[in-house]
């Protein structure tokens, strides 16, 4: 599979109708998606789009309805926006959204229930554990051995996250983890290239974009690295070697078809340097639309512009009750 060259699609921006930009919200994540609304917006807006914005947590959903909305642009991330439970609001509204349908969301957050579904199916995927208290996590650790990561079942951008190297750093890895979430998740550490490829359905079909390898410093891609910083080198094109980003590009298909995902998301991979195996991480059905953010940055080198990628996943919003 290789990385396919769009064509920025005509659409007429008032054929789309009036359109909320979901972003805020209440989850941990809620800087990250004011970031990535405000660019979403803007880009709707200058595009001609009957576009405002929307904050779930501070206006009750049920006034999408009384402002007329024809559809939503979710620009949320984490928990309440990215988890199924608005996408569940959203089809009793009967408003179409952007973005995976209600069971996709619901899996995709679920980091322990992701891994399960790919490793059923046959993906590549890290060993792990779930655990509930800091004894197990250095059960774990024995288990898995060290390096080991640590993290919350259900939450994004590296929230919460430790490398641990030493069954001492366990106890405060696991109450930094559940901390966000009681479900914790200690997986096997692959030492490697980290890269990340977003999927993006065009003409109905799964399609994998440019892969981005990342180089963070002292490999820490943590939140700070990620939206904060400018340390972080992104490389698309990734310099792999061509049938390296192939197999990454046809895994990150399978995984999101695997769990039934639509509109697009973004897969996190890890290539092991022993031998370049690529281990699926995650699966995010609500990627950061930030300056920072990834999935822009593939489209681009594809030949979508940021402004033509927003329209294009506009136009898909849809409900699950209407496929």
């Given at each position: 599979?290789?990385?396919?060259?769009?064509?920025?699609?005509?659409?007429?921006?008032?054929?789309?109708?009036?359109?909320?930009?979901?972003?805020?919200?209440?989850?941990?994540?809620?800087?990250?998606?004011?970031?990535?609304?405000?660019?979403?917006?803007?880009?709707?807006?200058?595009?001609?789009?009957?576009?405002?914005?929307?904050?779930?947590?501070?206006?009750?959903?049920?006034?999408?309805?009384?402002?007329?909305?024809?559809?939503?642009?979710?620009?949320?991330?984490?928990?309440?926006?990215?988890?199924?439970?608005?996408?569940?609001a959203l089809e009793l509204l009967?408003?179409?959204?952007?973005?995976?349908?209600?069971?996709?969301?619901?899996?995709?957050?679920?980091?322990?229930m992701t891994k399960r579904i790919?490793?059923?199916?046959?993906?590549?995927?890290?060993?792990?554990?779930?655990?509930?208290?800091?004894?197990?996590?250095?059960?774990?650790?024995?288990?898995?051995?060290a390096p080991m990561i640590v993290?919350?079942?259900?939450?994004?951008?590296?929230?919460?996250?430790?490398?641990?190297?030493?069954?001492?750093?366990?106890?405060?890895?696991?109450?930094?983890?559940?901390?966000?979430?009681?479900?914790?998740?200690?997986?096997?550490?692959?030492?490697?290239?980290?890269?990340?490829?977003?999927?993006?359905?065009?003409?109905?079909?799964?399609?994998?974009?440019?892969?981005?390898?990342?180089?963070?410093?002292?490999?820490?891609?943590?939140?700070?690295?990620?939206?904060?910083?400018?340390?972080?080198?992104?490389?698309?094109?990734?310099?792999?070697?061509?049938?390296?980003?192939?197999?990454?590009?046809?895994?990150?298909?399978?995984?999101?078809?695997?769990?039934?995902?639509?509109?697009?998301?973004?897969?996190?991979?890890?290539?092991?340097?022993?031998?370049?195996?690529?281990?699926?991480?995650?699966?995010?059905?609500?990627?950061?639309?930030?300056?920072?953010?990834?999935?822009?940055?593939?489209?681009?080198?594809?030949?979508?512009?940021?402004?033509?990628?927003?329209?294009?996943?506009?136009?898909?919003?849809?409900?699950?009750?209407?496929?």
């Amino acid at each position: 599979m290789s990385a396919i060259q769009l064509t920025p699609p005509a659409i007429d921006p008032a054929s789309l109708g009036k359109v909320a930009v979901l972003f805020g919200g209440t989850s941990a994540e809620r800087d990250v998606s004011i970031m990535s609304g405000t660019g979403v917006l803007k880009a709707l807006q200058d595009a001609g789009v009957n576009a405002f914005a929307f904050d779930p947590a501070q206006r009750p959903l049920h006034e999408l309805q009384a402002e007329g909305v024809d559809r939503c642009f979710i620009a949320l991330h984490g928990r309440g926006g990215e988890d199924g439970t608005l996408q569940g609001a959203l089809e009793l509204l009967g408003v179409p959204y952007t973005g995976s349908g209600v069971m996709a969301s619901s899996i995709a957050m679920d980091k322990i229930m992701t891994k399960r579904i790919w490793r059923f199916e046959g993906l590549p995927t890290p060993d792990w554990r779930m655990v509930s208290s800091a004894e197990e996590c250095a059960q774990a650790l024995a288990v898995l051995g060290a390096p080991m990561i640590v993290k919350p079942a259900r939450e994004g951008s590296s929230i919460g996250l430790t490398k641990v190297t030493d069954v001492a750093q366990c106890a405060a890895a696991y109450a930094a983890a559940a901390q966000h979430d009681p479900e914790v998740l200690c997986e096997q550490f692959i030492d490697g290239e980290e890269t990340t490829c977003p999927v993006l359905i065009v003409d109905g079909v799964a399609q994998a974009l440019p892969v981005i390898r990342i180089q963070a410093p002292d490999g820490n891609y943590d939140y700070n690295n990620k939206y904060f910083t400018d340390d972080v080198r992104y490389l698309c094109p990734s310099g792999l070697p061509a049938d390296e980003e192939a197999e990454i590009q046809r895994q990150v298909v399978r995984a999101f078809n695997t769990l039934g995902c639509r509109g697009w998301a973004r897969a996190d991979v890890m290539i092991r340097k022993s031998d370049r195996q690529p281990f699926l991480l995650e699966i995010n059905t609500s990627p950061g639309m930030t300056s920072h953010s990834l999935v822009p940055m593939s489209a681009q080198v594809a030949g979508l512009p940021y402004a033509q990628l927003c329209i294009h996943l506009l136009a898909s919003a849809s409900l699950d009750s209407r496929r």
